[in-house]
């Protein structure tokens, strides 16, 4: 079966592995998903990540992070999808709930924070917003 939108269901595992309390949390690899998880571990929502080797693909594995029984990721919202897509030019790049949160965008220079976005002064794809 093949996955139409990679991302809207990786972030569905990590929302129903927040609910579910789990430690860790495994998924198919692919360099978009590895430099999203990346921006969620600088931004300190999860604790780390390893890319484990696997025959084809290749498998993520995330070590979710919780502040004493509360998760630290709150929520987490796929903006850009494959029938809608969603851009912001350098002006227009979304705040995530006044600066609390992140957006994460696809841009000419990689895959970005909203933060890192304008002070490059470029713009991209919204891929989607965590707080």
């Given at each position: 079966m093949s996955v139409s939108d990679p991302i809207a269901d990786t972030l569905t595992i990590i929302r129903n592995?927040?609910?579910?309390?789990?430690?860790?949390?495994?998924?198919?690899?692919?360099?978009?998903?590895?430099?999203?998880?990346?921006?969620?571990?600088?931004?300190?929502?999860?604790?780390?990540?390893?890319?484990?080797?696997?025959?084809?693909?290749?498998?993520?594995?995330v070590y979710l992070k919780y502040e004493g029984n509360k998760p630290a990721i709150m929520g987490v919202k796929r903006i850009s999808r494959p029938g809608l897509r969603v851009y912001a030019d350098n002006g227009r790049i979304p705040r995530v709930l006044n600066g609390l949160g992140s957006a994460v965008l696809s841009t000419s220079k990689g895959v970005l924070t909203d933060r890192e976005a304008r002070k490059l002064k470029i713009g991209g794809e919204v891929i989607c917003y965590i707080w």
């Amino acid at each position: 079966m093949s996955v139409s939108d990679p991302i809207a269901d990786t972030l569905t595992i990590i929302r129903n592995a927040l609910r579910a309390r789990k430690e860790t949390v495994e998924f198919p690899a692919s360099k978009l998903l590895e430099r999203v998880v990346n921006i969620f571990k600088n931004d300190g929502y999860i604790e780390d990540y390893r890319l484990l080797k696997d025959e084809k693909q290749g498998i993520l594995k995330v070590y979710l992070k919780y502040e004493g029984n509360k998760p630290a990721i709150m929520g987490v919202k796929r903006i850009s999808r494959p029938g809608l897509r969603v851009y912001a030019d350098n002006g227009r790049i979304p705040r995530v709930l006044n600066g609390l949160g992140s957006a994460v965008l696809s841009t000419s220079k990689g895959v970005l924070t909203d933060r890192e976005a304008r002070k490059l002064k470029i713009g991209g794809e919204v891929i989607c917003y965590i707080w």
